[in-house]
């Protein structure tokens, strides 16, 4: 399985930067998890949109979703041509409902709603889901192929299964929007880099790798803070590939 990290910022992306899209590729399908704004560009330079097979998002906020919105002039364009036949499968919460109704776009689109404690299978991939906790209902994802298992948290507070959630996994793609601070000041909706690294400690992850990076707060200062529980932590860096192996 090869993780892709298309864009790994929010709420905003910096400049040149792209917020939540992450490729996982494996036996030649192609999914997409999360698709915010900058996703659409940055994803070709790793592959044509229109070889895409399924798009998963985690939840309905723009920074997850929004290139869903310009990407279907391409995927009409190719319809047009002949070049694409199928719609793209998306699977997303139903809500917040306005957000969802937006989705569906003449017919480059097969929209499905997900919600928690779903499995589906797309492809290689065999992917279950958790509820999050978060400003609009979510999920968090356990992906789990030939080549190992991948679990995204989505965007989430702390809640207390996302160790059970996360047990074991190969690599764990955790949002760390928050620093201490943060937390010290009661923010909702975000966990932050030292509460993800001490959830993956004691989920017993092979790898963690830290994502949905705020643009204004210094990248250091949380590998600082999630270090201490978590040593071999990593941050997410755009355009890079990771790679699971059995
Ligand atoms: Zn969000």
Redesign the pocket.
């Known amino acids: 399985m090869h993780l892709t990290v298309v864009g790994c910022y ?2 905003y992306p910096p400049a040149g930067g792209a917020c939540s899209g992450y490729l996982l590729r494996e036996e030649g399908y192609n999914l997409l998890i999360d698709c915010g704004n900058g996703v659409l560009s940055s994803l070709q330079n790793h592959i044509d949109f229109r070889e895409l097979n399924a798009v998963l998002l985690s ?1 309905l ?1 723009p ?2 979703y929004s290139d869903i919105l310009i990407m279907r002039y391409g995927l009409v364009m190719a319809r047009n041509s002949g070049r694409l036949s199928e719609p793209l499968k998306i699977y997303a919460p139903p809500e917040p409902e306005e957000d969802f109704e937006r989705l569906p776009y003449k017919d480059v689109y097969a929209v499905q709603p997900i919600g928690p404690d779903q499995a589906l299978e797309l492809g290689p991939f065999n992917v279950e889901t958790a509820a999050v906790v ?3 209902p ?1 999920v968090a994802l356990r992906v789990k192929s030939a080549s190992g298992t991948l679990v995204y948290s989505g ?1 989430t507070e702390y809640f207390d299964g996302l160790e059970s959630f996360a047990r074991e996994a190969d690599l764990f793609l955790c949002e760390a929007n928050y620093q201490d601070l943060d937390i010290t000041n009661n923010l909702a ?1 975000h966990i932050s880099a030292a509460q993800a690294a001490r959830a993956a400690a004691s989920a017993g992850v092979k790898r963690l790798l830290l994502t949905h990076h705020h643009p204004d707060r210094d990248r250091e200062v949380s590998r600082a803070e999630a270090e201490k529980y978590y040593p071999a932590v990593e941050m997410a860096v755009e355009g890079e590939t990771y790679l699971l192996s059995p």
Do not use: T
Request: no cysteine; glycine share 16%; net charge negative.
């Open positions: 929010g709420p939840h906020h920074d997850h978060h400003a609009v979510g965007d909706n």
